[in-house]
Structure formats: C-alpha cells, structure tokens
Nanobody, 124 residues
Framework: QVQLVESGGGLVQVGGSLRLSCAAS??????MGWFRQVPGKEREFVAA????????LYAGSVKGRFTISRDNVKNTMYLQMNSLNPEDTAVYYC???????????????????WGQGTQVTVSS
C-alpha cells in the first residue's frame, strides 16, 4: 500500500502563491493527482501527472495558474499554485494510482491511496 503525506498548505492573500508537496512511500504507483474539496461540495479534480513520462492534466479552472510536477528520486509530487483566488480555498488531497494514463487520472475512482489533506485558504 502507498502512504502519502501532504504538506505546504496555509493562509495566503489573493494573488499569492503556495506550493504543496506530497511525499509517497510504500509500493510503486504509475500516476498521482491532486484533488480539492470544499465542505458541502463534491471533491474536485485539480491536476494529475504520470510518474514515468511526466504527462500532465489540469482542470480548466487552474490551468495556467497551477503547475504539477514530480521528483522521481524523492518520490514526491508538487503543486505550485500561483495567482490564487478565494475560489481556490479548499482542503487539498493528493492521491496515487496504479494507472499511468493521464486521461484516466481525472477520475477520483482511478486512485488507490489518498493523503490526509492540507488546508489552503485564500483571503481577500
């Protein structure tokens, strides 16, 4: 089983930046992703990356502002978030998948393991 530990959340002003990290350990995986959730709403896909080729996929609402990346040596995934706005406020979760095809990684059901979540709050 894969264990995931997120870090990097916090409070930031509108227009600011944050970088989330997700350290993975345990068995191997082929793709990873970030999702976010606001209380009372469904979990939302944010971004995903295939572990071998580094192919990326983004939700339309974050494309051009967020960048997903990974460090294969450190087994760590990152989410660089720029130009943050209040609509980005949520708990962010990282997840690991056995699948290495980016289009499949948009669905939460494609993931086998989830992190505990980290709060991101954007204040206006």
């Amino acid at each position: 089983q894969v264990q995931l530990v997120e870090s990097g959340g916090g409070l930031v002003q509108v227009g600011g930046s944050l970088r989330l990290s997700c350290a993975a350990s345990g068995r191997t995986f082929n793709g990873m992703g970030w999702f976010r959730q606001v209380p009372g709403k469904e979990r939302e896909f944010v971004a995903a990356i295939t572990w071998r080729g580094g192919s990326t996929l983004y939700a339309g609402s974050v494309k051009g502002r967020f960048t997903i990346s990974r460090d294969n040596v450190k087994n760590t995934m990152y989410l660089q978030m720029n130009s943050l706005n209040p609509e980005d406020t949520a708990v962010y979760y990282c997840a690991a998948s056995r699948y290495g095809i980016s289009t499949i990684l948009r669905a939460g059901s494609s993931y086998d393991a989830w992190g505990q979540g980290t709060q991101v709050t954007v204040s206006s």
